[in-house]
């Protein structure tokens, strides 16, 4: 398993616990790891041996209960927003519009929308 699953059941007292990993040292210097019972102490030889908790899967959604994507504008709507207008002027202090000369948010929509080229 990976190095950091903890929760196992144990197989010399068959407890639902958790395992330890203590640092095995050669004077100063780490040789290894014990792995440990936390509730016994029973020491497994390697990390093959530890029967590790397997985390179960739950599934109680399938995919008919996904939501459906959502539309926000209908097609020729969502092009005609200030954001995408040749007369649309942004400074670092406002967003305006050159045509009305007021101030307007690129989300606004206007009656003689005139697109942008691209590029």
Not at 17 to 28: A, K, N, S
Not at 73 to 97: I, M, W
């Amino acid at each position: 398993m990976t190095k950091g699953a903890l929760e196992i059941i144990c197989s010399a007292c068959g407890a639902d616990t958790f395992l330890r990993r203590e640092p095995e040292y050669d004077g100063f210097v780490k040789k290894g790891e014990k792995l440990v019972c936390v509730s016994c102490g029973h020491i497994y030889a390697s990390e093959a041996e530890v029967p590790f908790r397997q985390k179960k899967n739950i599934s109680i959604f399938n995919e008919s209960d996904k939501f459906k994507k959502v539309e926000i504008f209908k097609s020729d709507e969502a092009g005609r927003n200030c954001r995408y207008c040749l007369h649309y002027v942004v400074n670092p202090f406002t967003q305006r519009c050159g045509l009305h000369n007021k101030i307007v948010q690129a989300t606004d929509l206007c009656d003689k929308f005139e697109k942008m080229e691209e590029g």
